[in-house]
């Protein structure tokens, strides 16, 4: 069995900054790519940021001067530092791991968290 807990969202005026951080644990036997998801009320799902198990990062286009991906292997966590922060940052943030689990591995599967409300006011 493998988790996805996320924390850190919370109701934050605009221009403010947050920090989102994600915890995988389970039978892991190794994790590839983990990102960052975002859904606003009424809209689709959408990237926010990703990262590779060797460090490189892709961002969506509006967001890379603003938020900042990042990752501890040893930890199997995964961030999302957020900075001025706009209200149509509003949604729910989703933790994103794609991973091989124990015993062996060899076969990549896609999990993801429960989601974490952030919430930017005016």
């Known amino acids: 069995q493998v988790q996805l807990v996320e924390s850190g969202g919370g109701l934050v005026q605009a221009g403010g900054s947050l920090r989102l951080s994600c915890a995988a644990s389970g039978s892991i036997f190794s994790i590839n790519n983990m990102a960052w998801y975002r859904q606003a009320p009424g809209k689709q799902r959408e990237l926010v940021a990703a990262v590779t198990s060797g460090g490189s990062t892709n961002y969506a286009d509006s967001l890379k001067t603003r938020f900042t991906i990042s990752r501890d292997n040893a930890k199997n966590m995964v961030y999302l530092q957020m900075n001025s922060l706009k209200p149509e940052d509003t949604a729910v943030y989703y933790c994103?791991?794609?991973?091989?689990?124990?015993?062996?591995?060899?076969?990549?599967?896609?999990?993801w968290g429960q989601g974490t409300q952030v919430t930017v006011s005016s």
């Open positions: 994103y791991a794609q991973l091989e689990v124990r015993p062996q591995g060899g076969v990549r599967y896609d999990f």
